[in-house]
Each structure stands twice: as structure tokens, then as C-alpha cells.
């Protein structure tokens, strides 16, 4: 018989564990994306009953619409420039990668063999260059 090994078991209890804290951090998470939007949409039905009893009850339900509608372009502008910086960091992040594949493949390929390298080097240097003008469009 083989003894269980300790690594086994110690791999299994750390899952296990993680497993847990995934579990409560979503139930915690759950918990505050529900309180946010209890508390939002209170917010919001205080902003309506202020604008119905100043202007009336159509006008009220109509700003809290406004305001909700502007918050909402506001959270998409904000995520649009997010992501426009992730897509930034990523073209850099590739143009550096490319560069240097076309650095060691050249280096490789120009110690085994020299028109096979100019070849390699023209296709890496055209297949880079299409890369940076598609990545600024």
C-alpha cells in the first residue's frame, strides 16, 4: 500500500479553501450590488417625489428618467474610455512581443542561413508594419 501523499492532501484542503472564499466573496458581492441598488433606487424615488410635489408627478417621473438616462451615458462614456486605454495598452503590449519574435527568429534564421533571413526579415518587417497601421485606424 502507498501512503497518501501529504502534497495531495495539502493541494486539496488549500482548494477547498479557496473554493470557499470564492464562494463567500460572491455571496458578499451579491449582497452589495442588492443594497447598492435598493439605495439607488431610493435615490431615485426621492428625486421623483422632490420634482412631483415642485412640478408635479408627470415632470417628476420624467427627471428621475432624465437623470437615470444621464448616469447610464455617463457609465458608458467612462467604460468606452476604459477600454479604448486597455486596447492602447494591448497594441503596445503586442508591438513589443512582435518585435521581439522578429529579433530572435531573424537572429536564428540569419545563423542558418542568409537569403532565407532577408526573406524572413521582409515578411516579419511587412506583417509588423500592416500590425501598427491597423492598430491605428
Same mark, same amino acid.
Given at each position: 500500500?502507498?501512503?497518501?501523499?501529504?502534497?495531495?492532501?495539502?493541494?486539496?484542503?488549500?482548494?477547498?479553501?479557496?473554493?470557499?472564499?470564492?464562494?463567500?466573496?460572491?455571496?458578499?458581492?451579491?449582497?452589495?450590488?442588492?443594497?447598492?441598488?435598493?439605495?439607488s433606487?431610493?435615490?431615485?424615488? %426621492?428625486?421623483?417625489?422632490?420634482? +412631483?410635489?415642485?412640478? !408635479?408627478?408627470?415632470? @417628476?417621473? /420624467? $427627471?428621475?428618467?432624465?437623470?437615470?438616462?444621464?448616469?447610464?451615458?455617463?457609465?458608458?462614456?467612462?467604460?468606452?474610455?476604459?477600454?479604448?486605454?486597455?486596447?492602447?495598452?494591448?497594441?503596445?503590449?503586442?508591438?513589443?512581443?512582435?518585435?521581439?519574435?522578429?529579433v530572435?527568429?531573424?537572429?536564428?534564421?540569419? %545563423?542558418?542561413?542568409?537569403?532565407? +533571413?532577408?526573406?524572413? !526579415?521582409?515578411?516579419? @518587417?511587412? /506583417? $509588423?508594419?500592416?500590425?501598427?497601421r491597423?492598430?491605428?485606424?
Amino acid at each position: 500500500m502507498s501512503p497518501v501523499l501529504p502534497l495531495t492532501s495539502l493541494v486539496s484542503s488549500y482548494a477547498g479553501s479557496k473554493a470557499r472564499q470564492w464562494r463567500r466573496d460572491a455571496i458578499l458581492f451579491g449582497f452589495m450590488c442588492l443594497m447598492a441598488l435598493m439605495a439607488s433606487g431610493a435615490l431615485f424615488a %426621492a428625486f421623483a417625489l422632490l420634482m +412631483a410635489e415642485t412640478y !408635479g408627478a408627470i415632470y @417628476g417621473l /420624467l $427627471a428621475a428618467a432624465g437623470l437615470a438616462l444621464v448616469l447610464a451615458l455617463l457609465a458608458m462614456g467612462i467604460r468606452a474610455l476604459l477600454r479604448r486605454r486597455a486596447r492602447r495598452r494591448m497594441n503596445v503590449a503586442m508591438a513589443g512581443r512582435a518585435s521581439a519574435l522578429a529579433v530572435t527568429s531573424a537572429s536564428t534564421l540569419i %545563423a542558418q542561413n542568409k537569403s532565407t +533571413a532577408i526573406i524572413a !526579415g521582409l515578411v516579419v @518587417g511587412a /506583417l $509588423a508594419g500592416t500590425m501598427m497601421r491597423s492598430n491605428n485606424d
